[in-house]
């Protein structure tokens, strides 16, 4: 039921900015934290940022604060990912999340692919 579509990777510069949208079914989107994680080939998937139901709190990894800022647009079901000034230790597939207490971490979309190279 629980559906999780992400999109707007793509290959771009170092220096360059991005932004990946996730649109959600199957669940009360309003009621439910949103998170996007990373990850990288030979890595583990990292958690990236969460934003609370109704976007007034966030909180991001170490290595993209600063640099990306997650928002959501609760009449869309939808969460985003502005990612600015790229370095080439970003490129990873990302993924969005539904914070849904024990169903945390256990329904993924196929992710989107984000290259950062020159």
């Known amino acids: 039921q629980v559906q999780l579509v992400e999109s707007g990777g793509g290959l771009v510069q170092p220096g360059g900015s991005l932004r990946l949208s996730c649109a959600a079914s199957?669940?009360?989107?309003?009621?439910?934290?949103m998170s996007w994680y990373r990850q990288a080939p030979g890595k583990e998937r990292e958690l990236v940022a969460v934003?609370?139901?109704?976007?007034?709190?966030?909180n991001y990894a170490d290595s993209v604060k600063g640099r990306f800022t997650i928002s959501r647009d609760n009449a869309k079901n939808t969460v985003y990912l502005q990612m600015n000034s790229l370095k080439p230790e970003d490129t990873a597939v990302y993924y969005c999340?539904?914070?849904?207490?024990?169903?945390?971490?256990?329904?993924w979309g196929q992710g989107t692919q984000v290259t950062v190279s020159s």
């Open positions: 934003i609370t139901v109704a976007g007034g709190n966030t």
């Open positions: 999340n539904a914070e849904i207490g024990w169903l945390s971490r256990m329904y």
């Open positions: 199957g669940f009360t989107f309003r009621n439910v934290p």
